[in-house]
Nanobody
Framework: VQLQASGGGLVQAGDSLRLSCVASGRTFSNFALGWFRQAPGKGREYVAALSTTGVARYYEESVKGRFSISRDNALRTTFLQMNDLKTEDTAVYFC????????????????????WGQGTQVTVSS
């Protein structure tokens, strides 16, 4: 399985970005999907997760109401819509996929994910 993330960039505080992550190699609908981020000098942080059905969505507290995770199974793509960006959102953002065949739940920790994208840089200036 390969994940390819894109959509990062340099924006100003208050702007929006939409990250995309395309998956290949296995049945996409069997994946729970997640987005994580890593700021300079910090560990990888959970941002959002989405169940295989797309019904259950979970967010880290600081992004609730600003970020939205979604999926398009036909396109084999997950999206992270980021609105009202803040300087503290600056980080490399990673998409991840967790195989859920025969398993329930949607992981909220990095250890629960089986496959990772390469990361896309998001920089928010004040």
């Amino acid at each position: 399985v390969q994940l390819q993330a894109s959509g990062g960039g340099l924006v100003q505080a208050g702007d929006s970005l939409r990250l995309s992550c395309v998956a290949s190699g296995r049945t996409f609908s069997n994946f729970a999907l997640g987005w994580f981020r890593q700021a300079p000098g910090k560990g990888r942080e959970y941002v959002a997760a989405l169940s295989t059905t797309g019904v259950a969505r979970y967010y880290e507290e600081s992004v609730k109401g600003r970020f939205s995770i979604s999926r398009d199974n036909a396109l084999r793509t997950t999206f992270l819509q980021m609105n009202d960006l803040k300087t503290e959102d600056t980080a490399v953002y990673f998409c991840a996929a967790a195989v859920r065949t025969g398993r329930g739940g949607t992981p909220s920790t990095s250890g629960g994910y089986d496959y990772w994208g390469q990361g896309t840089q998001v920089t928010v200036s004040s």
